[in-house]
Structures are given as C-alpha cells and as structure tokens.
C-alpha cells in the first residue's frame, strides 16, 4: 500500500508541476537558481506551488489566468513547497515578515518583496478573487506590457 500511496504523490507532483510550467512559470530548484532569479531587474512573480487540493484548484488556475492581463511581471518562476525543499526556504528568506505559506504568490520587484498573497487569502476563495488580488498588485507594481 506505501508503495502504491507514493506512486499516487509522485503523480500528484508531475501533474502539478506540467500545470504551473504550462501556464509559463519556470521552476526553480535549487537556492542557486533562487538567487540568479530573484537578482533580475524588474518584477518577478514567484508562485510557492504545493499539492494541496487549493494549490490545484484556486491558486494554479489563478496563476495562469492572471498573467493574461495589460500589466503582468516581467518573469514568472515557481518554488515547489515540499519538493525543492533548499529553493523553497531560500525564496522565503526575500518574503520578510510573512510567514511560510503555500500555496502562495509573491511579487518582487528589482529583488526586493513588494506585496504578497498568502495562504489564507487563497484557501476558502473562488480562482478569480484570487486572479483579482494578482491584477491589483500587477497595477500597482508592473509596466505595461
């Protein structure tokens, strides 16, 4: 039965990754690939991606249909909670002052944090309230395209 359990996770995993890197978000694995990430100019919308049931159904599908929209990030990444473990904790090391929360978005700006969607605004909420928080922080923070 274990063996079957981790079959079903490690599924699990593939298809929430395909659906995060299908809407255009580079995964980012290592603290390394972080740091090099985070150190571009311009705003950078992290997604800390997790196989939680609201990750898969409120905050990937907000993820995609976000970004399609006059102001967006210049670079889309994603972090994946419990997966990449390292990249995960050096991602949250920029989110200062809020507490580790996946699913969850964060939107940088030339490195530095600007504003972040928890958890709890997340968990509980249609996708587009979510899509609509997005957009909010893409007026405030991004160019247009």
Same mark, same amino acid.
């Given at each position: 039965?274990?063996?079957?359990?981790?079959? @079903?996770?490690?599924?699990?995993? =593939?298809? $929430? =990754?395909?659906?995060? $890197? +299908? /809407?255009?978000?580079?995964?980012?694995?290592?603290?390394?690939?972080?740091? #090099?990430?985070?150190?571009?100019?311009?705003?950078?919308?992290?997604?800390?991606?997790?196989?939680?049931?609201?990750?898969?159904?409120? /905050? =990937? *599908?907000?993820?995609?249909?976000?970004?399609?929209?006059?102001? !967006? *990030?210049?670079?889309?990444?994603?972090?994946? /909670?419990? +997966?990449?473990? #390292?990249?995960?904790?050096? $991602? !949250?090391?920029?989110?200062?002052?809020?507490? *580790?929360?996946?699913?969850?978005? $964060?939107?940088?700006?030339?490195?530095?944090?600007?504003?972040?969607? #928890?958890?709890? #605004?997340?968990?509980?909420?249609? *996708?587009?309230?979510?899509?609509?928080? @997005? +957009?909010?922080?893409?007026?405030?923070?991004?160019?247009?395209?």
């Amino acid at each position: 039965m274990n063996m079957d359990f981790n079959f @079903l996770m490690n599924d699990v995993v =593939r298809i $929430a =990754r395909e659906e995060i $890197a +299908q /809407a255009g978000y580079t995964e980012l694995h290592s603290p390394e690939e972080v740091d #090099e990430a985070f150190a571009k100019k311009g705003t950078t919308l992290v997604m800390i991606n997790s196989v939680c049931g609201c990750a898969g159904g409120i /905050a =990937r *599908p907000a993820a995609a249909h976000a970004i399609h929209y006059d102001k !967006r *990030p210049d670079q889309l990444v994603t972090v994946f /909670a419990g +997966q990449d473990k #390292e990249a995960t904790a050096k $991602a !949250r090391s920029y989110f200062t002052g809020y507490p *580790p929360s996946s699913p969850s978005f $964060a939107l940088l700006k030339d490195g530095k944090l600007c504003t972040m969607v #928890e958890r709890h #605004e997340i968990e509980g909420h249609e *996708p587009m309230s979510v899509v609509q928080k @997005l +957009q909010n922080a893409f007026d405030k923070y991004c160019d247009e395209l």
